[in-house]
Each structure stands twice: as structure tokens, then as C-alpha cells.
């Protein structure tokens, strides 16, 4: 079975730039997860999708941040414009969106941003 | 939200037994799973617990206890591959939260 999929893996960019990066989930999950990992820190969610619908972003800062899922299957993240701060590791992780208990989240291998 | 804590860093020898303990605050509480995060790659799963007690998986055990908001990982049997950061989360109200890691590094 298919991992999650991320791309570009690298990316720098000028702050005021924009950048987008691109996830394909496993096959047949429903949820997906964004979430911004800071050099020494754990992953913090930015955005959670239930099929194509947003299930939580309170976390995204909304003013430079967006995220889409069109068709419910693949996800953009968009940082327009972006600023030295957003320099991170943006993980995606999809899961099967199952009620039950265990639920487990499985993760994409990262897209490291440097913000210069 | 949630309060996580856990160790920073913590080193052992190969061979030997670590334990990281996790402790959190939180409502809403619906499970704890621990991660483990080698440089530069993502989180792996490594094991979930939402009763209280000990959960054994090979050389990997976790310990939860809910009345107390304490949970611990315990690595037996270290080996160099082991040398990896180690994340607790806190599944609450199905939103999961991770904490800042523990960075542990095996010697030989």
C-alpha cells in the first residue's frame, strides 16, 4: 500500500514570496491532516479535512495560510505571503476517519520550508 | 488546549532500558499514542493507549494512566537504531497534540 505522498520535499524561498505544497493521502482515508513542525518542537495541526470539508482550523493563521481539498482526495497548502517565521517542516497525514478508538494517523515524509 | 510535557534529552547505553515519561492536562481526553521521529524523516507510530495499564509491543512498551495524566514509553533492549526523537500526543476531542519530543541517543 501507498505511503502519503508530499511534494516539493525542499523548498526555499524569499520572505513576501509565495509557495504552495502538495499532498495525496493513502487511497481510501477520508481525513486529512496539515500540520507545521518547528526545529525542536512536536507537529502543531494547522488544518484537518473530512473529505472535503474543514473539520478544524483553528490553528491556521487564516490572513497567510490557506488549504484546499478539492474532491476530497488530494490537499494544497498555500503561504502567501510568507515571512521568516514560517520556516518548518510541513508534515501531511491522512487516516482513515474511523470513529473508533485507535484511528491511527499516518504521515507524508515532510516538505522542509526555509524562509530567508 | 492541551499541556504536554516530556523530558528534552535522555541518553543510554545500547543494551540497556530508557523510559520517557509523558504528562498532560487536558478535557475531552480519548487517547495517547507515542511517535517515534528520526531526523529529517516523519512520525512513526508506535503505540496507543486509552485504558489505563501497560500496552507491550516487542521490545516497546507504554504505561497510561488517566487519573494521573501520566503516561511513559519504555524502550528495552536498546539499539543504535533506536536514536530518534520520541513524541507523546493527546488525542482530545479527536484533535490530536503532540508534545515538543524526546530526543533520545544511544551509546555504545
Redesign the interface.
Known sequence: EAGVAQSPRYKIIEKRQSVAFWCNPISGHATLYWYQQILGQGPKLLIQFQNNGVVDDSQLPKDRFSAERLKGVDSTLKIQPAKLEDSAVYLCASSDGSTSSYNEQFFGPGTRLTVL | GQN?DQPTEMTATEGAIVQINCTYQTSGF??L?WYQQHAG?????LS?N?LDGLEEKGRFSSFLSRSKGYSYLLLKELQMKDSASY?C?VRAY????????TTVTVRA
Open positions: 504536554i480519548n487517547g499514542f524523516e516523519a512520525p512513526t507510530f496507543y486509552v513524541l500526543a479527536y484533535k490530536l497534540s503532540f508534545g515538543a519530543g
